[in-house]
């Protein structure tokens, strides 16, 4: 069972354009959800996280969209750079201290 | 912000031996973990394992494939044992740090059983 659900699998965005990754849970317990980038060779690595107190989170170009009745969080990067282009993962966690559970990830590539 | 090395980086074993993969981390944690991340796919969780106490095995991995020992705060292995191609994969360990609440990631140790 799949607790936390991503879409889609892969995107391709132009230099200069919005990135979306969506993401999707069921159990209601989790309250904590980070994003992880993660380039070739390299493990994950934080790149934003929001609790369900608030709807959105924002970090330069990176922001977190969260809809707490539908279950949904998103991340948005604006103004897309070749640089961007990585494996991005959601991530649920229902207790501080335990494991996180992640999606299955998006690779993003961003062409010039 | 927690620096975990991980060795071996890589390795070619084969079928049918054993490898144990090191996690050394630069500060003391209590709660480590260790994932499984097959290529192109998410990273699945087969233990956690804080020192003091036994690891709990995720369901579909058990101990005597993955034996861990976390002998302190700042070491932990995990063993692949019995390998076959399907063990082929990055094996993450990853620690977590609870004042900043943030799980921190090794770079991996990427495994191909032959």
């Known amino acids: 069972q799949q607790q936390v659900k991503q879409s889609p699998q892969s995107l391709i965005v132009q230099k200069g354009g919005i990135s979306i990754i969506n993401c999707a849970y069921e159990n209601t317990a989790f309250d904590y959800f980070p994003w992880y980038q993660q380039f070739p060779g390299k493990g994950p690595a934080l790149l934003i996280a929001i609790r369900p107190d608030v709807s959105e989170k924002k970090e330069g170009r990176f922001t977190i969209s969260f809809n707490k009745s539908a279950k949904q969080f998103s991340l948005h990067i604006m103004d897309s750079q070749p640089g961007d282009s990585a494996t991005y993962f959601c991530?649920?966690?229902?207790?501080?201290?335990?494991?996180?559970?992640f999606g299955k990830g998006t690779t993003l590539s961003v062409s010039s | 912000s927690a620096v975990i090395s991980q060795k071996p980086s890589r390795d070619i074993c084969q079928r049918g031996t054993s490898l144990t993969i090191q996690c050394q981390v630069d500060s003391q944690v209590t709660m480590m973990f260790w994932y499984r991340q097959q290529p192109g796919q998410s990273l699945t969780l087969i233990a956690t394992?804080?020192?003091?106490?036994?690891?709990?095995?995720e369901s579909g991995f058990v101990i005597d494939k993955f034996p861990i020992s976390r002998p302190n705060l700042t070491f932990s292995t995990l063993t692949v044992s019995n390998m076959s191609p399907e063990d082929s994969s990055i094996y993450l360990c990853?620690?977590?740090?609870?004042?900043?609440?943030?799980?921190?990631f090794g770079a991996g140790t990427r495994l191909s059983v032959l």
């Open positions: 990853s620690v977590y740090d609870l004042a900043k609440n943030i799980q921190y």
């Open positions: 991530a649920a966690q229902s207790q501080a201290g335990t494991a996180l559970i």
């Open positions: 394992a804080n020192q003091g106490s036994e690891a709990t095995y």
